[in-house]
């Protein structure tokens, strides 16, 4: 079940924290959060993709490659005219097991009052808690339509396979700092965007990177290189933190909250539900490409299931012109996570499992 800590905290929660003063955002910024060992003195030199490389030695990492065309003046962003379904009282709430098992999909596990529930033994999160009616668990007509409809879709891919990694944070935006090794979250995941380069690119990809070495980047800008490209996906890379609990471990994936529902967590951030964006075009489309990433993934590592989120702070989400999600790859704030995440092998894992999500 779930423990008595905000989920949400780590770099996610930082990068909302950006997000909010970049959008001009009056969402009040969390208190009592540390973004990272208060403790621990700063680093004497930033990690550099050369630090990277020598503690590699038996797995060389892939080249470099050319960083996107500086972007454009950014472009109006698109009116967000989203077919709605809004939530309607007088629509029955579903039995859910029931429609499921209509539908040849497994039963899933959940209980009346709790949004968590197990899909084919995978953890999402409800807008709305499932209520018991007659001794049947069901569900809000939303949840049915944003979370259980998708799963009877076949994962489609866009044509060309196109798709944008984007390495979260780089430059002065360290991210989280790795509880084991004086190391730090945006050389993490750029680590890892370039692993996972040449495996999509050997399923047929055409890779973009957002950022390929050690560069401040905005959200918007973020967002921006993936419309100049014209990307077909948008994979966000990130890692966790809990700090100072030390315990919490897992892999979390997150996609943007369809209108209408409640995110997974709204403990500091006003979640407007009423709120629309451009990506809630792809709410299915989202899903089903988080929970295949999810999933590959939990078998890659063998990590904790911490479930597929629905959040609408992300800045770097919320405006995609496609599908798009964004994955914590563990907690740099775990003891047993941080070192493995600190090693090579690990992060290959890591690509190799949302590798074969895009097969
Ligand atoms: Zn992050």
């Known amino acids: 079940m779930r423990q008595g ?32 060992p208060e403790t621990l003195p700063p680093p004497t030199e930033s990690p550099t993709s050369a630090t990277i490389a020598s503690q590699a030695p038996t797995e060389p990492r892939p080249p470099v490659v050319a960083v996107p065309e500086p972007p454009p003046p950014r472009p109006a962003e698109p009116a967000a005219q989203v077919p709605q379904t809004p939530p309607d009282d007088r629509e029955p709430w579903t039995p859910i097991a029931a429609w499921c098992r209509s539908r040849g999909l497994p039963s899933p596990e959940l209980q009346a009052g709790s949004r968590a529930v197990k899909i084919g033994g995978i953890t999402h999160y409800l807008g709305f808690e499932p209520v018991d009616q007659g001794g049947a668990v069901c569900i809000h007509p939303l949840d049915r339509i944003k979370t259980f409809e998708p799963l009877l879709q076949a994962p489609t891919w866009p044509e060309p396979r196109t798709v944008i990694l984007d390495p979260g944070h780089g430059g002065s935006q360290a991210g989280t700092r790795c509880l084991t090794g004086n190391r730090f979250e945006k050389d993490f995941t750029l680590d890892w965007a370039l692993r996972l380069k040449p495996l999509l690119e050997a399923r047929g990809w055409t890779v973009h990177l957002t950022r390929t070495n050690d560069l401040d980047l905005s959200l918007t800008d973020r967002v921006l290189a993936a419309e100049t490209l014209q990307a077909g996906l948008f994979i966000s890379l990130h890692f966790n933190s809990a700090f100072p609990n030390t315990q919490a471990r897992g892999l979390e994936t997150y996609c ?18 009423s709120a629309t964006h451009p990506n809630n075009r792809h709410d299915a489309a989202n899903l089903v490409l988080a929970r295949r990433i999810h999933r590959h993934l939990l078998a890659a590592t063998g990590t904790a299931d911490r479930g597929i989120r629905r959040a609408r702070f992300m800045d770097v989400l919320r405006g995609q012109n496609r599908p798009a999600v964004l994955i914590e790859g563990g907690f740099l704030s775990n003891p047993d996570e941080s070192r493995a995440i600190n090693t090579p092998a690990y992060r290959q894992r890591l690509a190799e499992g949302v590798a074969r999500a895009l097969e």
Request: a positive charge.
């Open 5 to 36: 800590w905000d989920p949400i905290r780590g770099c996610v929660l930082a990068m909302a924290v950006v997000g909010a003063l970049a959008m001009g955002c009056s969402a009040p910024r969390p208190t009592g959060y540390t973004r990272f």
């Open 256 to 273: 943007l909250t369809p209108c209408g529902m409640a995110s997974t967590t709204t403990r500091v951030y006003a979640d407007d539900l």
